[in-house]
């Protein structure tokens, strides 16, 4: 796949994952689990780049005798989802003439 793509379409299940109530990273990979596999190093990569971009704010908080990280959707995060939404008829409209059946050559 496209990195670019898939490095859009990752930011958009990890603003998702947390869209509901504030996570924290081992979280967040579970809660992705049944529908993609996502590593540690790229899961607090793409956080990183979302806390850059303004699209969800960190803070930490004890647990069980140590600090975790906690990560909170900002407005800019919640647009992205709501663009990424009204771009998904487009995106199956893409997919849909790319997997159509070449019926020109026969």
């Given at each position: 796949?496209?990195?670019?793509?898939?490095?859009?379409?990752?930011?958009?299940?990890?603003?998702?994952?947390?869209?509901?109530?504030?996570s924290y990273g081992y979280q967040i990979i579970k809660d992705v689990r049944?529908?993609?596999t996502l590593s540690e190093s790229t899961l607090y990569t793409i956080l990183k780049r979302l806390e850059a971009a303004d699209m969800l704010t960190v803070r930490s908080a004890e647990y069980d005798g140590r600090l975790r990280k906690y990560y909170h959707i900002t407005e800019p995060g919640i647009r992205r989802i709501e663009e990424f939404r009204e771009d998904w008829n487009e995106?199956?409209?893409?997919?849909?003439?790319?997997?159509?059946?070449?019926t020109d050559h026969e």
């Open positions: 796949m496209d990195i670019q793509l898939k490095r859009g379409l990752l930011d958009v299940c990890v603003l998702a994952a947390i869209r509901n109530k504030d049944p529908y993609l995106i199956l409209s893409i997919y849909r003439f790319i997997t159509r059946e070449d």
